[in-house]
């Protein structure tokens, strides 16, 4: 087949470096922009609340209202709210013993569980692992080997999602005959990149070798993305129920103590206290129960008044990012040489060939590789000028950023056999009372002890780089108290 097409291509007479560049850049390119409108035309929909009411609007379990209402991502928030809902429902009861809800322990009340579904059995068989004569601290709940946790909480992931499918109102981003579409074109493109090595080989008489890796190479990643799942996307039934959803955590909300609850409250407000945590609103509860399902990229919040969630991303994939300038200069440098020197080098056979003689243009005899050469250069000479002009900007406008700390550990180390190295830079997240949603700043190891958790800082900040420049505190975090004497457990818990 790759032989038939290659033979046809022969009879269009194209000029090699079209077959041999072309068609595999284009076929490439048509791939992303395709990948690319799946990815956009597949987001979920904003969903408007509905008015608001105190009822419980749906017979949803917590789990997955809060796949619904966090627009159908998976949060930790399904494994708490669980936890409560299955006290609420009186398969387990909480007591709070003193006044700390960090006290509260969780009583297997010995209902039967036949008529749970398998993401509530599995909070319930992890509470029934963990207690000793029927009892466990409420905090003794998490996992001490990261991976197991991992595990755990991916397959309650599953299993929600499943249940969210079954119900109408959820669907994968990437629907069978998108996956099949993808597979196939992801083919189709791979053998053109088969196509154009053949005939580079066939044409300067190489090994063929190479061939096959041409084809397969793309072809394993192209079908890898195609296959990789995107999450899931709404149904008009689930975009319907989430708006139902969302009217209720905004008649929540406006209960000013509401947030502040602690577990054992869920024998007063019954199954609203499960829902609200689903919705993201108790914060007190929510950071008691610990399942080993903590996920620092929401974040409690009480700066600017009033307890809200944040959501938080962490820059970490471009070398822009926590650089000082000088590198980000001299990478441009760099670049600007390598452009320059690959444009002059290849540039004045190019320009040869193409130019006019008493035999015609002499491109078709052009190696291949000679425009090739002369497109890296050329995206290397964009590349360094982007770097530099970005640098300059970022140079001349730096800005301030006040807020508190929400959030501050180390993000890089230098590697060394002989311990965890040394420090390089930290994640530092500042929340200004306002926004819904951050994103991290680095924070060089030499500034990084002047500012801790809770502060109140004013950081000077490079915003492309994300790099502080330099702290200033405004108002230091209240020292936390002093440890306060153990709560007595009930017999049979160590």
């Not at 929909?45 to 105190?54: E, H, K």
């Not at 993201?280 to 969630?309: E, N, P």
């Not at 440098?333 to 193409?354: C, D, H, Y």
Request: charged fraction near 20%.
């Amino acid at each position: 087949m790759v032989l038939g097409l290659v033979l046809d291509i022969r009879l269009i007479d194209l000029p090699d470096p079209v077959i041999e560049i072309g068609l595999p850049v284009a076929g490439l390119a048509l791939w992303a922009v395709v990948y690319g409108l799946t990815l956009l035309t597949s987001r979920p929909s904003v969903v408007r609340a509905a008015p608001g009411t105190m009822d419980l609007p749906g017979a949803e379990p917590p789990a997955v209202v809060s796949l619904l209402v966090n627009r159908w991502r998976y949060t930790p928030d399904a494994a708490d709210s669980t936890v409560l809902d299955l006290a609420a429902r009186g398969y387990l009861e909480l007591r709070q013993a003193d006044p700390d809800p960090r006290h509260t322990t969780v009583h297997l009340t010995g209902r039967a569980t036949d008529d749970l579904n398998a993401y509530e059995q599995q909070v319930f068989d992890r509470v029934a692992e963990r207690a000793v004569d029927g009892v466990v601290p409420l905090t003794a709940l998490g996992f001490a080997d990261a991976g197991r946790s991992a595990a755990w909480s991916r397959r309650l992931r599953q299993a929600v999602v499943a249940d969210a499918q079954r119900r109408g109102l959820s669907r994968t981003r990437s629907s069978r005959p998108l996956v099949v579409l993808l597979t196939m074109l992801g083919a189709v493109v791979a053998a053109g990149v088969g196509v154009g090595s053949w005939h580079y080989v066939d044409r300067v008489g190489q090994d063929t070798f190479g061939v096959v890796a041409a084809f397969f190479v793309p072809l394993a990643g192209l079908v890898s993305l195609a296959r990789r799942d995107l999450g899931e996307r709404d149904t008009p039934a689930g975009h319907a129920a989430a708006a139902r959803w969302l009217g209720l955590r905004a008649a929540l909300a406006q209960h000013e103590s509401f947030g502040d609850q602690p577990p054992a409250a869920v024998a007063v407000w019954g199954r609203r206290l499960p829902y609200g945590a689903a919705l993201g609103l108790t914060r007190v509860a929510s950071h008691v129960i610990d399942l080993g399902v903590a996920d620092r990229r929401r974040l409690w919040s009480s700066y600017g008044g009033g307890w809200r969630q944040v959501d938080v991303s962490y820059p970490s994939g471009l070398p822009r990012y926590g650089r000082a300038l000088g590198w980000i200069v001299f990478q441009g440098l760099i670049a600007a040489v390598l452009g320059w020197t690959f444009v002059r080098l290849a540039g004045g056979s190019l320009v040869t060939a193409a130019r006019p003689s008493s035999g015609g243009s002499r491109l078709a005899d052009l190696n291949p590789v000679t425009p090739g050469i002369v497109l890296l250069g050329l995206a290397l000479l964009g590349l360094a000028g982007y770097l530099l002009l970005r640098a300059l900007l970022d140079l001349v406008t730096p800005t301030t950023v006040s807020g508190e700390v929400l959030w501050h550990e180390v993000w890089q180390r230098q590697a060394s056999d002989d311990g965890p190295g040394r420090i390089i830079n930290h994640y530092l997240v500042v929340d200004d009372g306002h926004a819904e949603s951050l994103r991290a700043w680095i924070l060089p190891r030499q500034i990084a002890g002047e500012c801790r958790l809770g502060d109140v800082i004013t950081a000077q900040v490079r915003p492309w780089t994300r790099r502080v420049l330099g702290v200033t505190l405004q108002r230091a975090a209240p020292e936390p108290a002093p440890p306060s004497e153990p709560a007595p457990q009930p017999d049979g818990v160590g």
